[in-house]
Each structure stands twice: as C-alpha cells, then as structure tokens.
C-alpha cells in the first residue's frame, strides 16, 4: 500500500498549535508537489544536542549482514536512523525492564539506483528513483542532501532494522558531533513519525479485531 499523505491529518496530535497544524499539513502535503526542494527546505535541525534524538542519523553502527548463499551472518557497519523513543535511549533513566535501541539502515539513495539498474527485471529506476524522493514508498523514507559531508540524498530502510545495546549508543555520545550525522527538525521528524506509524501499525483492510 502506498504511503498517502491525503490520510494523515487525523494523525495530528490535538494539542498541537493550530498555526503549526496548518504548516504541518501544507509541508506534508508539498512532498507530492513537483518542487521538492521547497518541501525539504526546513527538514532537518541545527540545534545541538548532547544526547540523541529519535530520528538522529548516526554514522557506522553494526548491523548484521546475512549471506544468502552460506546461510550465515557477518558484521558490517552502515549508517542508521534512531527508531527508539528519545527518553528509551538515555542511559540514565532507571528501568527494571532493560531496553535496547532499534535501528533503520541508511544508505545512499544512488546504490539504490544502481542496484535497481543492474536488474534486467527493472526498466523503470529512475521512475521509481522520482516516486522514492516523493514519499511515496512506505518502507522507504527519503533523506534530502547535507546529511552529511558528501551532500548526498540517502534513504532509510525501516523494513531493515537491527538493535544495539543502551550502553553501545551511549559510547557514542563521547564523540556526538562526528557521529551524528544529522537530527531532523519539526517538519523532517513528523514525516518521519507518520512514515513509521503508517509502515508498522496500520490496519488490515475489512479486518476486525
């Protein structure tokens, strides 16, 4: 099911400001226009934090990387976007249950392009390329250039996730300027937030539970 922005406005917290619900619904609603880079002009923060933030992009945390012909895992490092509630990733908060971080793949959006131009199935790639920066993928969340020094667009994967420890994030935090690459600001982090939520908890059509 493709991701439509039309149906979220019910999504809207109601405690949200009124003059940032309507800037909300126009920005969000800017993503299906033909100028994109007005819609991702205020995407992401310059505020600096000492802690992470869910929605943080942080630069080579392990994942594991299956072998399809040997059946067996590895160990790589790619760059990820935080899934985890802010305050579930403070290692200072006491808990009896412990919690550990989850994580989206982030990779650059040409090795996707690539990769789908290598598959003699796949006529379409730059079509698809168009529909990606457009939102239009629900597993799929376009990240617009300055994520990082390259100035390259990227995509997370939030089908592709994985988990690291509280304390393996925490030791990150000692060097947060070089290993975050990015924070989202209000428009980039409710996109974001609404992308999640429509991936992983919609309903099934004439389902009753």
Known sequence: MPFNIEELDRLIPEDLAEQKKDRLRN????FHSQNLSEAYSDFYSTADYSFFLQGDVVREIRFPVFDFISGEYSKGYFDAILLSNTCDMDEGNQRNVKKNIIIAKVIPLQNFIDELSSDPKIKNANEIAIQVKSQLFSNVLYLPPTIGDDNQEYIAFLDDIAWISIEELANLKD?????????????GYYLFVFKLSYHLLRLPEETHR
Do not use: E
């Not at 920005?27 to 800017?30: D, T, Y």
């Not at 300027?177 to 924070?183: A, E, P």
């Open 175 to 187: 060097g947060i300027d070089l290993n975050r690459l990015v924070s989202l600001d209000f428009l």
């Open 27 to 30: 920005g969000l609603k800017q």
